[in-house]
């Protein structure tokens, strides 16, 4: 047998060398007759080990291997080593590093066996899938979720294939169909449980939902049984597509409101009911309203260096019960903040969706903050995906400005929105004024590229990010505001203080519209740069 290399040179070809980069995955080699073992960089850098020696993780008892996970990795590695066993190794298994953490490693090899079919030597692979597992245990928790609470609610749901024969019933809906077991109830039809009356309407109904992709809601339903027995339901039926956005069927919830239609109170009763019901959702919708207003108001965070510091205000004026205007403040360190101001199209539930997506992937793009045309991209793709998926079209226009006291600049790039406004002594700059300087709206173009322009900071400017509320807010002649008005009034508000003077650009624009009032979301976000006192100045 020949002896492994000390120390195994890295991979040589500079194609190999970046693909394991990209793919963020680390090499390993061992040679089953050492207690040596290889590992390339990247997967000293997963063991977390310093200065010290790092595990050889194959050599029992395995302490390096998560209890719970020892028994399937120690058959798994003892077959790889079994003489004339398989040639490939695999494993997902948590490995403790040097932190005392724990962290989920995707462990692949090949083996390198003699002529007599004994292990001679295992090489391969190993990337850390930590956010993976974490994503995953998520996912079925969620799922799992999901079911505890249809199987609880006090509706009857279920899905049905375009056949109209149930794919999924929940308990309430396995009782309603007479039966113990929701199981019991799967590829059955209506036809089983009612008589023509009934389920002939319901094929009549599910195929209209599935020919023209439109809802049937709270439809009242008299059941005739086919032993006489007559109930009545309150349903709603929806297309129900596949994340693929192919057609798979239909899906409803339905709730017995037979005691309602047949008691003596009947209309008083379901008045009553359906009385409920709507306050239950203008509740909803006003804590909805709520909770977007909670993240309308974010924690104004301490920026301050070269000799200044960031004072902030805002404004969040929508005008219904959902928004699709929002801002949000991205701290990057003591002296730097990522601002932006995003306007989704359309108003109510479903612009306040995107909303709750685009701060989703906000997020998930968090490490790309630092970077304006980055950040904006990665946004676009994400949102763009989400659309293509759900076959609809939508957008949001959007600013991102990047502020770095310690340099003494501003960068930013826009999404199809009206460009940011720096307001000083030396009169008005505008941030990607130039249409060669915009992206596209996100959600638009799959590939958008959205340009980064650079501006310089002066002690005292005020920069203004706004959504178009502001600026296309009408007079009783149909005459905008325009931007040209806004940067007037911004120079003009210089003497006052910040609070007061945002105060006075919203009334200003109020009194030109027409009965004082905007006509659309408003939302803006003003930051001064002062120079900050000598205590907040970090040497």
Known sequence: ?????????????????????????GIWDWWPDREDIYYSRRILEFLECGDRRPPNIFLPPYPSIHPEDQESFAANLRGALTSGGPEVF????????????????????????TRTGEAQRIAGSMIDISRRKIAEA????????????????????Y???????????????????RMSDPKQVVGKHDRDFFAAKHWEEALVDERQVMETGQPITAKLEEEVREDGEITWVLTSKFPWVGKNGNLRGTFGVSSDVTKLVLGEQRTAALAHELALRNQAYEEEMHLAREIQQAFARPEMPEVAGGGL?????????????????????????????????????????RSALVVSMLR?????ERRNAGDPSKFLTGLNRGLSSIFERAAITMFATACYVVIDLSSGEIRGASAGHPSAILAGEKGVKRLSQQKSERGPGLG????????????????????????????EAEDGSGQAFMEHRLAETAVGTRSLALEEA??????????????????????????????????????
């Open 138 to 157: 998520q996912i079925e928790e969620e799922r799992h979720l999901l079911r505890n609470f249809i199987d609880h609610v006090p509706l009857m749901v």
């Open 159 to 177: 899905f049905k294939d375009k056949e109209s024969r149930f794919v999924l019933v929940n308990n309430k809906m396995a009782e309603w169909n």
């Open 309 to 349: 510091k960031l004072n902030f205000a805002s404004r969040y004026l929508p005008i219904s019960g959902l928004a699709g205007d929002f801002f949000e403040i991205v701290p990057l360190g003591p002296d730097r903040v990522g601002l932006m101001v995003c306007d989704v199209m359309g108003h109510g539930v």
């Open 444 to 471: 638009l173009m799959h590939d958008a590229r959205f340009p980064t322009t650079v501006e310089s900071i002066l002690p005292g400017e005020r920069l203004l990010l706004f959504t178009d509320g502001i600026i």
């Open 1 to 25: 047998m020949t002896p492994p290399p000390e120390t195994p040179p890295e991979p040589g070809d500079s194609r190999l060398e970046l693909a394991l980069r990209a793919s963020n995955e």
């Open 90 to 113: 695999g494993v997902d298994t948590r490995v403790r590093t040097g932190s005392g953490e724990w962290r989920w490693l995707r462990i692949r090899g090949a083996v390198v066996r």
């Open 502 to 539: 945002v105060e006075h650009i919203v009334g200003t624009v109020l009194s030109h519209a027409e009965e004082n009032r905007f006509d659309d979301d408003v939302c803006l976000l003003a930051i001064e740069f002062a120079k900050a006192p000598l205590a907040a100045i970090k040497v």
């Open 360 to 364: 989703g992937l906000l997020e998930k």
